[in-house]
């Protein structure tokens, strides 16, 4: 799409020549047109929707965000609802009603064919963010007894309704999951070949209880275009497409950013969220970490006599607790990153300790001796001051790194996102710890 091409239909429309729109339009991409459509006036919204050709509306309106939708569901008549709803793909259909206010979903529902509203109805069934949400039921199912041929005639006659037609999927008699088989190898077969001796029988599938992250990471093991979703009797109910799983990494990567930076995760973006939502997303993990802070004060206030007997302590806190924190932030997000991926999992909490605890041991050493050498520079002849902050520096970077990697674990393993355990909680946390190091190392040496 054409940057000043763009620039130019947005002209056309507040110039409300329609007539020209309507024949611009069907020149940009769907995701380009809903672009459009999101940033106009809400005056123009309908006008500019109802110019769309009518066979690419319905996946135009699959793009939209959720406010766009209902805004012209509320703006267009039963009849076009009806036509919306009955031209969307099962998936992308639950997932616009499942936004919607109850009234709204009822009246979409009103107008939508009877199988259309059966499928939409068992599709809203499945828990959120599981396989079954986001799965589509427009697959191509064959039989393993079928010929070759046979198996493309069925694709030519049913292709149009089907989300993908790349991968076919054979079940028996019971709908259950016999194996799968690509167009691209079915070409290579002879047409007078049965399905069953060309299909792969090792078939990659999930559960439509199973939660989307584990749909993505599979995709991402076997670089997949499609899985196949079977129920608790192993019947295929459904398909997940690759373009279902890239809104789900950016929806959970989106959600772990957001949790990592002590927020309340929101699906909405920034400058289309009010002022008050985005306040009350943030203020109530600022005001757990405001109030967990205090501990950090209390800690000074016992150690009150060692600073005023020796002032000069005061000056080295920030730097340890700064560096407490980095040491173990750095930890907790490659942790984090590692069980996003699947790459760490609660079995291997004692091999990320040891890793961990080796790292810290190489940092902590290597700063210790860093900060050992700037303070003799700083301060001659202070030589126990400066083993003294530099021995705290160095259990509090051993200390850090441990926990910062174990937290994210210990998360995990109380059914909590493992992103909670991010920098401002690790942070938080390893102050506390690190001032108590500080002083006890202070009092054993210094005092």
């Not at 196949?228 to 109910?237: A, K, M, Q």
């Amino acid at each position: 799409m054409n940057i000043q091409d763009f620039r130019d239909l947005e002209r056309l429309v507040e110039a409300k020549d329609f007539k020209t729109v309507k024949e611009e339009l069907p020149l940009f991409q769907d995701a380009d047109i809903a672009d459009l459509l999101d940033d106009l006036n809400r005056e123009h919204v309908i006008l500019v929707f109802r110019s769309l050709p009518k066979d690419r509306a319905a996946e135009i309106f699959a793009y939209l965000p959720g406010d766009k939708q209902e805004y012209i569901v509320g703006g267009i008549t039963d009849q076009e609802v009806g036509s919306i709803i009955d031209q969307l793909f099962v998936d992308d259909a639950a997932d616009f009603l499942e936004e919607l206010p109850a009234s709204v979903v009822k009246r979409v529902l009103q107008h939508a064919s009877p199988e259309t509203r059966k499928l939409v109805n068992q599709f809203l069934k499945y828990p959120p963010e599981s396989a079954g949400s986001i799965m589509t039921a427009e697959f191509v199912d064959l039989k393993k007894d079928m010929l070759v041929s046979e198996a493309f005639a069925r694709i030519r006659r049913t292709a149009l309704d089907k989300e993908t037609v790349y991968t076919c999927y054979v079940m028996d008699a019971n709908r259950r999951l016999e194996g799968v088989v690509t167009v691209k190898n079915l070409f290579l077969e002879k047409d007078d070949a049965v399905i069953g001796d060309v299909m792969e029988k090792n078939v990659i599938f999930a559960h439509t209880i199973d939660d989307q992250e584990v749909v993505a990471q599979l995709f991402a093991r076997y670089d997949l275009l499609s899985l196949p979703i079977v129920d608790h009797e192993n019947r295929l109910v459904g398909i997940v497409t690759v373009d279902d799983v890239v809104e789900v990494i950016q929806q959970e990567a989106t959600e772990d950013f957001q949790i990592m930076a002590a927020m309340a995760p929101s699906e909405r973006p920034y400058l289309k969220t009010s002022v008050f939502k985005l306040a009350k997303n943030r203020i109530m993990w600022l005001l757990i970490l405001m109030l967990s802070a205090m501990i950090t004060g209390s800690i000074l206030g016992k150690y009150e006599a060692a600073i005023v007997s020796m002032p000069l302590l005061v000056t080295f806190i920030p730097m340890l607790t700064d560096t407490g924190g980095n040491a173990g932030s750095q930890s907790s997000t490659l942790v984090i990153r590692g069980m996003a991926l699947g790459e760490v999992s609660l079995a291997d909490g004692g091999r990320v300790f040891l890793k961990e605890l080796g790292v810290s041991g190489l940092v902590g050493a290597a700063l210790a001796v860093v900060n050992f050498v700037r303070l003799i520079l700083m301060y001659p002849g202070d030589y126990l001051v400066a083993f003294s902050v530099s021995l705290a520096l160095f259990a509090t970077v051993l200390l850090a790194k441990t926990v910062g990697g174990l937290l994210p674990l210990v998360a995990k393993a109380m059914k909590q996102d493992p992103a909670i355990m991010a920098a401002p909680v690790i942070t938080t946390i390893v102050d506390a710890l690190s001032l108590i190091i500080y002083f006890k190392v202070v009092d054993a040496l210094l005092l």
